[in-house]
């Protein structure tokens, strides 16, 4: 066919070349498949707390598969071995390459020192689907939390992450906080790495 | 090209997802069993040593009688290591490079479940080839 | 005077809000994985991912008709050619062709050069009945529905199962004329 591309056939899958991560869709692409992967999820489940591991658990998925794929294009292969730098691999890195601009903010928190937040104003999967009142504190931002734990879990940070609405003064939405909370053994050994 | 030449990869759970010969000697009859054995007792060490730096390539992590042990630990903690006889420090980091570009392709894949079995045969093929290329 | 045209597909893509395929591609490689670990049963998974891709084409029609300022196609042919040149386009980034016509201008095919569904996905031995893309289907079924253009939409091509490219037949069974809002009989 004149003037259109034809696909490059590889005789395997392992011959394409990694994707530069240039390649883009529509967002109401990406909300309408969300809308579909909660959709599906509320059938298969009792309760809230359920609904949002199923969709934690699918962040997960993403999570884990983006931490290799980014270290290795993003980052020149550098593997994080301090507490702050995978944390800054996901506030700016991560959170760059797949929601397009680096996370409002990175916090510690005041409270207890294995915490930490990840907070954005609209974050992506939140910013199309409006929860019902009934489903109370649900928040879709699970899948994002998901993503992250994916991440750390995967490059030896475990935690438990989990996705909270913070109202905000004066905003009629409130924002996204995802909450990290890091393993002991996590602590642990960046206490004995600083020294 | 080694000798020697073990290959495993270790996923995240210490359980091995691949293996190969890819020496070019001949192979003595327990020889996988015994290359088996000493990547296994490197894994501690390779797990201390891992938290010292953030390259990828760790060199040569353990010795065997005339064997060495080097390991190349991706971002996500998955271990390539290799047994070998020989000294070609430079082509085997580009061994492993290679190879982990491959297992970011499997990884990829939604239908592998990360630390299971890599059971593509293009996948032991390609790497076979980058031994043979290598080292 | 004649009337603007409808936008290309390119125009459209290039003014709406984007984000990373790759966030896209996971995300649906996500749900594929909890279709099968849910359902196990490949056939299932096919049913399923066409219905998800169903209730996304009956609301996706909306925003495709007013993007593109495209007035109603009563013509299957330009359908046809909308989808591929410009529905495609606008949601994923890329370009599809439309060919094979049979004679009554009622059946064609789809062939996608480029899908942004698939990033080194290989089938497992234990899931070679899956239509790993069948969401695709569904959606261009949801949506001709709401034009009141009945289809049937098959795969028959698919790179994942050996061919050289991913190919839909788009079937028109029915199409409904345009209803006036009031009815002489009903």
Redesign the interface.
């Known amino acids: 066919?004149i003037g259109?591309?034809?696909?490059k056939?590889y005789s395997?899958?392992?011959d394409?070349p990694?994707?530069k991560?240039k390649?883009?869709?529509?967002?109401?692409?990406?909300a309408?498949?969300?809308?579909?992967?909660v959709?599906?999820?509320q059938t298969?489940v009792d309760n809230i707390a359920e609904l949002e591991r199923?969709l934690e658990?699918?962040?997960y998925?993403?999570g884990?598969?983006?931490?290799?794929?980014l270290?290795?294009r993003e980052?020149g292969?550098?593997?994080?071995?301090r507490l702050l730098?995978i944390l800054s691999f996901v506030h700016s890195t991560v959170w760059k390459?797949?929601?397009?601009k680096v996370a409002d903010s990175l916090e510690k928190g005041t409270e207890h020192e294995d915490e930490y937040m990840i907070s954005e104003k609209e974050l992506?999967v939140n910013r199309f689907i409006s929860i019902p009142k009934d489903m109370g504190t649900f928040n879709c931002g699970a899948f994002v939390a998901g993503i992250v734990k994916g991440v750390l879990d995967?490059?030896?940070f475990p935690a438990v992450v989990t996705a909270h609405f913070v109202p905000i003064e004066g905003q009629q939405r409130p924002r996204t906080t995802i909450l990290i909370k890091f393993a002991d053994e996590v602590l642990k050994?960046e206490a004995r790495?600083s020294q | 090209m080694a000798n020697t030449a073990c290959f495993i990869i270790v996923g995240?759970n210490d359980i091995p997802i691949y293996e190969a010969e890819v020496g070019s000697a001949a192979k003595r009859e327990d020889a996988a069993q015994l290359h088996q054995f000493i990547l296994h007792a490197a894994l501690d060490v390779v797990q201390d040593l891992?938290?010292?730096?953030?390259?990828?390539f760790l060199k040569s992590v353990d010795r065997f009688n005339d064997l060495v042990v080097s390991v190349y630990?991706?971002?996500?903690?998955?271990r390539l290591m290799l047994l070998h006889d020989s000294r070609n420090e430079d082509g085997i980091k580009s061994f492993f490079?290679e190879v982990?570009?491959?297992?970011?392709?499997?990884?990829?894949?939604?239908l592998y479940l990360?630390g299971s079995r890599i059971s593509?045969s293009?996948?032991d093929t390609?790497v076979r080839a980058l031994a043979r290329k290598y080292l | 005077m004649a009337p603007v045209g409808p936008r290309s597909g390119d125009a459209i893509?290039s003014s709406?809000?984007?984000?990373?395929?790759?966030?896209?591609t996971?995300?649906?490689?996500?749900?594929v994985?909890?279709?099968l670990t849910?359902l196990e049963d490949v056939d299932e998974v096919n049913k399923?991912l066409d219905q998800?891709g169903y209730?996304?084409g009956i609301?996706?029609i909306d925003?495709f008709l007013a993007k593109s300022g495209v007035s109603r196609c009563v013509d299957f042919k330009e359908t046809a050619e909308m989808i591929a040149k410009v529905g495609f386009k606008?949601?994923?980034?890329v370009?599809a062709?439309v060919s094979s016509w049979d004679a009554d201008g009622t059946c064609c095919s789809i062939i996608?050069?480029?899908n942004?569904l698939v990033?080194?996905?290989?089938l497992p031995d234990t899931c070679q009945g899956l239509y790993y893309c069948n969401?695709l289907s569904g959606v261009i079924r949801g949506a001709l529905e709401m034009v009141s253009m009945k289809t049937e939409v098959t795969w028959t091509r698919d790179?994942l199962r050996g061919d050289?490219?991913y190919e839909l037949q788009v079937k028109l069974l029915k199409q409904v004329a345009e209803e006036y809002p009031y009815k002489d009989d009903e």
């Open positions: 066919m259109v591309g034809k696909m056939q395997n899958v392992l394409k990694l994707s991560g390649q883009e869709v529509s967002l109401s692409a990406f309408f498949l969300f809308s579909e992967l959709q599906y999820n298969q199923r658990d699918a962040g998925a993403v884990s598969r983006v931490l290799e794929l270290c290795n980052k292969n550098r593997r994080e071995t730098g390459v797949l929601f397009g992506l995967n490059a030896g050994r790495l | 995240r891992a938290w010292t730096t953030s390259a990828m630990v991706t971002a996500g903690h998955t490079q982990h570009e491959l297992y970011i392709k499997i990884l990829l894949n939604p990360p593509s293009h996948f390609k | 893509f709406i809000d984007r984000v990373n395929a790759e966030l896209f996971l995300t649906y490689g996500a749900i994985r909890q279709l849910d399923q998800m209730n996304i609301r996706l925003e606008m949601f994923l980034g370009t062709s996608l050069e480029d942004p990033d080194f996905v290989e969401v790179a050289d490219a």
